[in-house]
C-alpha cells in the first residue's frame, strides 16, 4: 500500500531561481512544500519507502511543474530544510521535462514534470482512493475504511486552496477529510495523516 501526499504550492517558485539563504522570501514559500517532504518520507533514523511526496508548484515562469519524490527511490534525503532545497534547486534546473510526457527522473527518487493536478493523477493512476485535507471535513478517525488501499491526500500550503484548485480537486473525486478542530501547518498536518495510517497498518509493517 502506497500513501501519497500532494502539496498544492500555489505560489512557490517552478524554476531554481530561488536564494537558500532566503528560502521563505525567494522562493514563493516552498519551504512549506519541503517541510512536507521531510514529514511524509523521514522518519527517526530512517525512510518511508511507502511514501511519496508531490509538490506542485504554481509560481514563476516554468509554472506549473511537478517535483515529486519517492521513498522508494530517494537516497541521501537528509532532514534539514537547506539540503531539502539544495536538492529541490538542482533538480529544478533540469530542462529534462521540457518536451517530455509525464514525470522523467533527474535524481535518484526525485522527478520532475510539466503539469499540475491532472499530471499528478496520471501519475497515480486511477485505483488510489483521493481524499483531500480540509479543517471542516469529516474526522479522518471516523474513517473506518481509510487506508485500505492506496491513498492520496491533497493539501495546501500556508495560504490554504484557491477556489479554482479546490473546484478541481472535487471534480476528481477527492473526499473532503479533517485532522481535526485547528488549523495546523502544512507539515503537522502531514504528519498526523501519517502517524494515523502508522497506527492501522498491520502489526509488523515497516516504514
Ligand atoms: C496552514 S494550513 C492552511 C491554512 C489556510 N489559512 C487555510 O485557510 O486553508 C495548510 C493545509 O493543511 C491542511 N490542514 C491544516 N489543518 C487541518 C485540519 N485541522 N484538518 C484538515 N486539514 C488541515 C489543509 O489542507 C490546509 O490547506
Known amino acids: 500500500m502506497l500513501r501519497r501526499f500532494v502539496v498544492v504550492c500555489s505560489r512557490a517558485t517552478a524554476s531554481d531561481e530561488f536564494v537558500l539563504d532566503d528560502l521563505p522570501g525567494t522562493s514563493g514559500r516552498l519551504d512549506v512544500g519541503l517541510r512536507c517532504v521531510r514529514a511524509a518520507l523521514l522518519v527517526s533514523h530512517g525512510l518511508r519507502r511507502d511514501a511519496i511526496a508531490y509538490l506542485l508548484l504554481g509560481g514563476g515562469p516554468r509554472a506549473p511543474r511537478v517535483l515529486r519524490f519517492a521513498g522508494s527511490g530517494v537516497r541521501f534525503l537528509r532532514p534539514d530544510e537547506r539540503s531539502l532545497a539544495v ?121
Open 87 to 207: 536538492l529541490a534547486k538542482k533538480a529544478l534546473a533540469s530542462r529534462a521535462d521540457e518536451g517530455a510526457s509525464g514525470f522523467v527522473d533527474v535524481r535518484p527518487g526525485v522527478a520532475v514534470a510539466r503539469g499540475g493536478l491532472g499530471a499528478i493523477c496520471a501519475d497515480m493512476g486511477p485505483a488510489v482512493a483521493r481524499y483531500v485535507l480540509e479543517e471542516s471535513g469529516p474526522d479522518l478517525r471516523q474513517d473506518p475504511g481509510l487506508a485500505v488501499g492506496d491513498v492520496a491526500f491533497f493539501l495546501g500550503d500556508h495560504a490554504g486552496f484557491e477556489e479554482d484548485t479546490r473546484a478541481h480537486l472535487t471534480v476528481l473525486g477527492a473526499r473532503p477529510i479533517g485532522i481535526g478542530p485547528v488549523a495546523v501547518h502544512a507539515d503537522d498536518a502531514v504528519a498526523i495523516v501519517s502517524n494515523e495510517l502508522d497506527r492501522r497498518k498491520p502489526a509488523g509493517g515497516t516504514p
